[in-house]
Every structure is written in structure tokens, then in C-alpha cells.
């Protein structure tokens, strides 16, 4: 494209948008972000707006092998994918023996009481550490009160003097 051409207000604000990534990726500091934005707005010519970005890289270069991140196994969604163990298959073996074998089914059910017991003594510990917690902030609280005293030490000093 010939240098010399006029530049729109949709060019100007690419070029802006393109300086605030690069200042994003750390190739700019703030201060060369406020110039080279400054120049882009005041910016007639395609020219103008080369030597902006000049001497930053272009959006579609290749990274040196020795930056790219190692190839992932999986990727699901464009992610990463980790394989995890399969519960569910496991679930509905275990359903199935206690359903078939006699006996099977009430050591079931007790193993299933015991975890409820024992999710039920956590959500007691939880709340009463809580109450705890809570009580002592009250405590903190009636012990360090004093009328004027706002929580800022150098505001009641100048207040008192």
C-alpha cells in the first residue's frame, strides 16, 4: 500500500488497539504507549502509521521454537483435556453387586450412613468454629472500642491534641 495515502478513523483505531496489546505483551511502557498513541491520533498517512510500529512485530509472526509451549496430549474446546478416573462406571458397578448379592445391599446402605455421619460432624465443626470466630471478633471488638476512635491511629491523635 502506498505510504502517501490518507488514513480513516477505523485505521487509526487498529493501530491503537495493536499498541495497546503490544503494551499489554510488555513490549511498551506507559509513557511510549501515551507517544506512539498520541502520534497514531494526530497521524495523516499510511506512513505516518508504519513508523508508529516500526520496530514492534507483526500479530501473525512465529514465535523461536525454543518459546513455544510443548504440544498438549488432548485438547478438548481448544483446552487441555487431563483424563480423569472414571467414577461413574465404578458407581453403578457397585450398584449393581448390591442389588444382585444378598447382604450386599445393607453394607451399602451402612457405608452410605456413615458418610452422611461423618459430612454431618463437618458441617458442626464448621459452624461452630464459626460461632467461634464470631465471638471472638465481638470480643476484639467491645475491648478495643473508644468513642472517637475511628481505626485510622494519626486521625486520633490530631483529634485529641
Known sequence: MDDRIRVSDA???????????HFAEGRLTSDEL???ITATLSAKTFGDLRAVLADLPEPGTVAPESWRQP????????YPYR??????PLLLIVLIFALVLPGAGLALFTVFKL?????LGFC???ILAA?????????????HWRSGYDG??????WRNW
Open 34 to 36: 501515551d507517544e506512539r
Open 83 to 88: 483424563h480423569r478416573p472414571r467414577v461413574l
Open 115 to 119: 458418610m452422611l455421619l461423618v459430612w
Open 71 to 78: 504440544p498438549t496430549r488432548a485438547t478438548r474446546g481448544g
Open 131 to 143: 460461632a467461634l470466630a464470631a465471638a471472638r471478633f465481638h470480643r476484639h471488638v467491645r475491648r
Open 11 to 21: 485505521d487509526r483505531e487498529r493501530v491503537t488497539a495493536r499498541l495497546r496489546e
Open 124 to 126: 458442626l465443626a464448621g
Open 152 to 157: 485510622h491511629w494519626h486521625q486520633y491523635q
